[in-house]
């Protein structure tokens, strides 16, 4: 079956760190970018950052640039989103995107999303 | 001012079509870029419905029915997305995006009430 599942979310005090996962599957991971959509608890989505298929480009929101970093283990599948110094506005549901290029930088869209996984920034 | 302007809400009846449009800020040209649409249904992720820069640069999703078509307004500086012959179904979200100085933009999304 051709699936995304994200794992990792979890309630986090403000200013701690979180690491998201990606399992992908039913693809050939590898071929695809990667990217990584949030959306706040009833708000819309914000995207959050984005990864070529060979980590060779990336780029990221600017509203988490220089807290997250996005990177790949095309061995493995999978996909993360590491997250420091988290705010409270960083709570949301985090979606893990497929992108149809295998170039972040090509601009195409998401045509294979996960369910997401809950991150909660609170005291 | 946000970089997409989207209506935050807006019904219509069954059977009925619906524009939702997607405005862009000024000083950025609704013609330069492709503007992509994703439909979201409550718990659901988003999905994917087409994409429209212009009639010869468009797309639609892979099972996305005709009904749904996009189009640009280049008066309003928007893009739009046409639903024609509005179903129950069709009751959702809906976010336009656009690729903008090397970063993804979502609009802040149009609540479709079919009623």
New interface residues.
Partial sequence: EVQLVESGGGLVQPGRSLRLSCAASGFTFDDYAMHWVRQAPGKGLEWVSGISWDSGAIGYGDSVKGRFTISRDNAKNSLYLQMNSLRAEDTALYYCAKDISPLYGDYWYFDLWGRGTLVTVSS | QAVLTQPSSLSASPGASASLTCTLRSGINVGTY?I?W?Q?KPG?????LL?YKSDSDKQQ??GVPSRFSGSKDASANAGILLISGLQSEDEA?Y?C?I?HS????????TKLTVL
Wanted: a positive charge; hydrophobic letters at 20%; zero cysteines.
């Fill in positions: 492709r992509y994703y979201q659901s992720p988003p999905q994917y994409r999703g892979s979200d976010y995006m690729w090397s970063a993804g933009v979502f609009g802040g999304g």
